[in-house]
């Protein structure tokens, strides 16, 4: 009895993209040359601005505990944000700051899920979101948009869903690991559902907002008539290149906020003192190092969305934001390269990385088994090799 774990660890599976990382990593350690597209990282440094805030904050000793919610300065920084960019209204007690937006999501879910409880979440998913419902003792609930829908659900399919042990929605736009943006006009559509469902929280991951190549984000905050019952998690990783400087935060209602920092208090307390000084300097400052981002970002997409359409047998659609693209690729599925049968995406993935030395990442992880993952976070000359073996590859399966 002594050597086993909790019954409450038994329920969750590993990350798959981290297995697949780890999978790269040790083919490197033995000398191959792997073009990793498996993770969803920025490759651009943190801004310079924004290390100089941070090595500003170790000269002045902001080096001791934090409040649990985040020093006041950056929750007014983000009050300020919410307003210059989102157009929606925030005091400092309704934001929460937590180390990266990931804990974000598993705060707001373990504050207000219950055993039994019920979370709808749409598919293709962030492979954390089902894990984390289960952890708090929730029942996934999956709803299919496949590559014909832009892999975006529709207000019908959301209604199928909505039962009354429903506790919660979880929307990611723009998207991981498809890309896909809701428009203002989409988003009017889901709304108008959940209207008629009062006891709904929606979990907004908005952590790519800036990674957008189809105009203005929309959040479900700005319809003022449900925004009590949003949530909008976001933070500094991705538009600012800061995945290891681990700031996340929620916008949500005080009642949410409050639970979120019980939590949060017991567990790990506030977040890195110095960080979230870097991340003020971030939310405050110019902004110009995240359009010049975004900008190479679309670049990308665009190369990759060319060289992929240029691959028999794969069915890709034009990504709206994120740096993720996700085709489809059951095509190859029962076909063969000698002894090596491709029976799934993740045979696919495993096959991509062991013969053709490309780390991506198959869709079973996502709830999307017939596509897998590729980030295009990476240079424009990695980007050309990794589809040029990509395509060498897939061609011996027969």
Same mark, same amino acid.
Request: overall charge positive.
């Given at each position: 009895m002594g050597a086993q774990l909790s019954e409450r660890l038994n329920r969750l599976s590993p990350s !798959?993209?981290?297995?697949?990382?780890? &999978?790269? /990593?040790?083919?490197?350690?033995?000398?191959?040359?792997?073009?990793?597209?498996?993770?969803?990282?920025?490759?651009?440094?943190?801004?310079?601005?924004?290390?100089?805030?941070?090595?500003? !904050?170790?000269?002045?000793?902001?080096? &001791?505990? /934090?409040?649990?919610?985040?020093?006041?300065?950056?929750?007014q920084a983000i009050v300020d944000k919410l307003k210059r960019e989102n157009g929606v209204d925030y005091t400092p007690a309704q934001i929460l700051c937590s180390n990266g937006a990931k804990q974000s999501v598993c705060n707001t879910i373990m504050a207000v899920v219950n055993d039994g409880d019920e979370v709808i979440i749409p598919a293709p998913y962030w492979v954390s979101y089902p894990q984390m419902v289960l952890l708090a003792g929730g029942n996934p609930v999956f709803v299919e948009a496949g590559i014909e829908q832009n892999f975006k659900i529709t207000p019908e399919q959301l209604e199928a869903a909505i039962t009354p042990r429903t506790r919660a929605l979880i929307l990611c736009s723009p998207s991981n690991p498809t890309g896909a943006v809701y428009s203002r006009k989409e988003l009017e559509g889901l709304k108008d559902v959940l209207l008629r469902h009062e006891n709904v929280i929606i979990i907004a991951d908005e952590i790519y907002e800036h990674i957008n190549y189809v105009g203005e984000h929309a959040s479900m905050a700005q319809f003022p008539e449900i925004k009590d019952r949003v949530v909008i998690i976001n933070g500094v990783s991705k538009a600012y290149a800061m995945t290891g400087w681990r700031i996340g935060f929620i916008a949500a209602p005080e009642w949410i906020v409050k639970g979120c920092n019980k939590l949060q208090g017991q567990y790990t307390s506030g977040p890195c003192s110095v960080s979230q000084k870097a991340a003020e300097a971030a939310f405050a400052g110019c902004q110009d190092c995240v359009e010049e981002m975004r900008?190479?970002?679309?670049?990308?997409?665009?190369?990759?969305v060319k060289l992929v359409k240029e691959i028999p047998g794969l069915e890709v659609n034009e990504p709206e934001?994120?740096?993720?693209?996700?085709?489809?690729?059951?095509?190859?599925?029962?076909?063969?390269?000698?002894d090596r049968l491709i029976n799934s995406s993740s045979d696919l993935a495993m096959y991509l990385l062991e013969v053709g030395h490309v780390a991506t990442v198959g869709g079973d992880a996502f709830g999307a088994p017939e596509c897998f993952r590729m980030s295009y976070a990476t240079s424009d000359e990695n980007i050309v090799e990794a589809l040029r073996r990509i395509k060498e590859t897939l061609a011996r399966l027969k």
């Open positions: !798959a993209t981290l297995a697949m990382s780890q &999978r790269s /990593s040790e083919l490197k350690a033995q000398g191959i040359d792997i073009i990793n597209m498996s993770v969803g990282e920025p490759d651009f440094d943190t801004p310079d601005h924004i290390k100089d805030a941070a090595v500003q !904050a170790v000269c002045d000793n902001w080096s &001791r505990y /934090s409040p649990v919610p985040g020093y006041p300065a950056l929750r900008l190479a970002f679309e670049r990308r997409k665009n190369l990759i934001g994120a740096f993720y693209i996700f085709p489809k690729c059951s095509s190859f599925f029962g076909k063969r390269d000698g």
